[in-house]
Each structure stands twice: as structure tokens, then as C-alpha cells.
């Protein structure tokens, strides 16, 4: 087991232990703390430091040390709450460094590999030695740079912040073609976009998922009560199945400064940093489990936004019929093979039947005449 501190710099790796249940990552770190591997009560306050995790460690004992894990969705939950779901993506964007921690350590070809058994008993050291190369000689894991900080800034700020699109009327909207709503629509760039979804995971997501959402499948909706906030329907789920997939729905406010018509629909966003300036003004909701988080937001709302940056600069999105071209063209599908040899076997095996079938009646004609000489 791995522990880092939040800059990327390894504190302590330890192991092995065996991998069964008894030995999963809660009961390893319930061992660590119980024991004090590594000193980790003099490095460590109790009161004030948190450790992120996965879901592995959900069972952990929290008696000592705060355990932060992403949350997820209960027996009846459709999504997320706001809060939850915030908490959520700021492990995971947190937790980023020791994913990349652990990939680089894999480039140690004696770690990447079956170990032998006769390095059992010093795999150990050799561990916690390639942490210490790791810290000395490598490029830091995390860099903080001035984006880093007022990103961490934004986090802080956001993660209680509540979804003021969450609870919208479902009937009081009005369907709207793109052109009839772009003065609704700010100037959008590439780096407002991934500013919002602070990275570049869920910007790379956007065409694949806008690849599978044809044009004329993509609908806008215009609010009948509250200005600059639309209604987005036609994204649909990557992980449904073909058959009947998952849709969801995004909703997007810009320039919530503006008076709605009817009641107010706005968060006071009194942040000063600099990341805020360029997105302060754009609120989203989206219908999937973690889409009513204010830290970010879901791949699907990145993939809308996209959509109209896209459409509004006249850029053109891939369909998702170029690459099957592609891979058509460049991958030997064997199908239409194993079809021809179906329908061969298929035509053989009819064959054989009808001769059999052919010298079973002269076989009986024979043998009646036969037997009419017979008597």
C-alpha cells in the first residue's frame, strides 16, 4: 500500500501482504494505524489531516484518522447529492497524483512483472527504496502552479455551494432551434470549457459522447420562467446498452445576473479568484447520478457545451460513421466469413439429406420388386 502526501511526494510504501480478504486495503490501513507502521502518529495530527481513498476503504475504523472516500449511490438512489457528489469529484481530482504515482512506478521493470519468490523476503525495501528515487530523482508528481491554486480556491468554495437548477419546473419550457437562442449564449472558449470541468478528462469525452448523438437527435429548450437557462435533451449514456439506451438531460444557465421574468433563480458567487471571473457565469444540472455537483461538472454538460462552442464557430464534429469507416476499412472482420461457411454447411448438410433421403426410395423400390418376385 501506497501513502502520499498531497504534493505527489511519497510518504511510506508497505507491503506486501497476501491478496485475499482478509488483507484488503481497509484492514491493511486499520493495521497501519493500529500499529503505527512508519511512525505514522508522529508525521500525522489526527485532528486535522484527512487521507483520500477509494471505495476499497469504506470499512475502515474511524476512530483515529478522517478517511475520505467517494461516495455512492444507495438502495434507491438515482443520483447523488449535491454535496456528495461534490465531495466525489474532489477526491478524485485530489487522488490524481498517486494514480500517476503508481504508473510510474510500474516503468521499473521488477515491479511490472511476477516477482520471485527469493525477492519475497527483500520486496519490502526494495519497495520503500524505488519511493525514495522516486521523491529524490524524478519530476514532481504535483506542481502547483497559479491555475492549481485558484482551482483548489474554486473547490473549497464551490463544494457547498447548493444546485439552484436542481428542482426547475419540468413543463415550462419552450422548444427552440440553436439560432433562435444564441443571444442567450456567451462567447465560449476551449479553456472556459475546461476551466469549468476543471481538466481534461471530461473534455476529451465530449466528441466520443457527441459522436453517438446524431444532429437531429439533439433538442434545445428555452425556460418559460427564468432567464438564460436552457434545457438540453439528447446525450445519451456510454454505458447503456444499444438497445435501449439511456438519455439524460442538461441544463445550463448563462449569466445568472439576469432578472428572470417571473422569480429568481441565482447563487451569489462572491469568489475572487481568477478561474472564477471566466465561469462564475455558468451554472448546469444534469440528470445523471453525479450531475447536481457544483465542483465541475458531468462529461454530459462538458459534451453540450462543447456542442454549442462547436456549432456557434462553425467547427465541425466528427460523426461517429468516420471512424466506423475507419475501422472497416483497417480490421479484418471475420462475420461475413463465418457466415458463408454457416450458410455452406447449412446447403451440404440438405444435400446429404436429399441423397439420403433419394437412396432410401430406390432402396425400397428394390426391394419390393424383389419381393414381387419372389411370389
Not at 511476477?114 to 506542481?143: H, W
Request: aromatic share 10%; charged share 25%.
Amino acid at each position: 500500500m501506497g501513502i502520499q502526501f498531497a504534493d505527489g511526494t511519497w510518504f511510506d510504501l508497505i507491503g506486501p501482504f497476501y491478496a485475499d480478504g482478509d488483507h484488503n486495503d481497509a484492514s491493511i490501513w486499520n493495521y497501519i494505524v493500529e500499529e503505527d507502521i512508519g511512525n505514522i502518529h508522529d508525521i500525522f495530527n489526527e485532528e486535522t489531516d484527512e487521507f483520500l481513498g477509494d471505495r476499497g476503504f469504506r470499512d475502515v475504523d474511524d476512530e483515529r484518522f478522517t478517511v475520505l472516500i467517494p461516495f455512492s449511490l444507495n438502495k434507491g438512489q438515482i443520483q447523488l447529492p449535491t454535496r456528495s457528489a461534490n465531495t466525489t469529484r474532489k477526491i478524485a481530482k485530489l487522488r490524481n497524483s498517486i494514480e500517476r504515482g503508481f504508473g510510474r512506478l510500474k516503468q521499473w521493470k521488477i515491479i511490472n512483472a511476477v516477482i520471485d519468490t527469493n525477492l519475497i523476503s527483500k520486496f519490502g525495501s526494495l519497495l520503500r527504496i524505488l519511493g525514495a528515487i522516486d521523491n529524490k530523482y524524478f519530476q514532481p508528481l504535483s506542481m502547483a502552479t497559479n491555475i492549481d491554486r485558484q482551482k483548489i480556491n474554486y473547490i473549497k468554495h464551490r463544494e457547498a455551494v447548493p444546485n439552484i437548477l436542481e428542482n426547475l419546473p419540468k413543463n415550462q419550457w419552450i422548444k427552440k432551434q440553436l439560432d433562435e437562442i444564441t443571444d442567450l449564449i456567451p462567447k465560449l472558449t476551449l479553456d472556459i470549457i475546461r476551466n469549468y470541468a476543471l481538466g481534461e478528462y471530461a473534455l476529451k469525452l465530449a466528441i466520443p459522447y457527441l459522436q453517438h448523438a446524431s444532429s437531429l437527435s439533439i433538442k434545445t429548450h428555452k425556460s418559460k420562467q427564468y432567464e438564460g437557462i436552457l434545457k438540453i435533451e439528447g446525450i445519451t449514456s456510454r454505458f447503456s446498452k444499444c438497445i435501449s439506451p439511456k438519455h439524460h438531460k442538461v441544463f445550463i444557465q448563462f449569466n445568472n445576473s439576469n432578472q428572470p421574468k417571473q422569480s429568481t433563480r441565482t447563487y451569489d458567487d462572491n469568489s475572487n479568484d481568477g478561474l472564477s471571473i471566466n465561469i462564475k457565469n455558468i451554472n448546469s444540472y444534469c440528470t445523471c447520478k453525479s450531475g447536481a455537483r457544483t465542483v465541475g461538472t458531468c462529461a454530459h454538460v462538458i459534451a453540450v457545451l462543447y456542442w454549442l462552442y462547436a456549432n456557434l464557430n462553425g467547427i465541425t464534429i466528427p460523426t461517429y460513421n468516420v471512424k466506423s469507416t475507419a475501422l472497416e476499412q483497417n480490421i479484418t472482420n471475420l462475420q461475413p466469413f463465418n457466415r458463408r461457411r454457416r450458410e455452406q454447411k447449412l446447403i451440404n448438410d440438405e444435400t446429404t439429406m436429399s441423397d439420403i433421403t433419394d437412396s432410401d426410395i430406390i432402396n425400397n423400390d428394390i426391394t419390393d420388386s424383389e419381393d414381387e418376385e419372389y411370389l
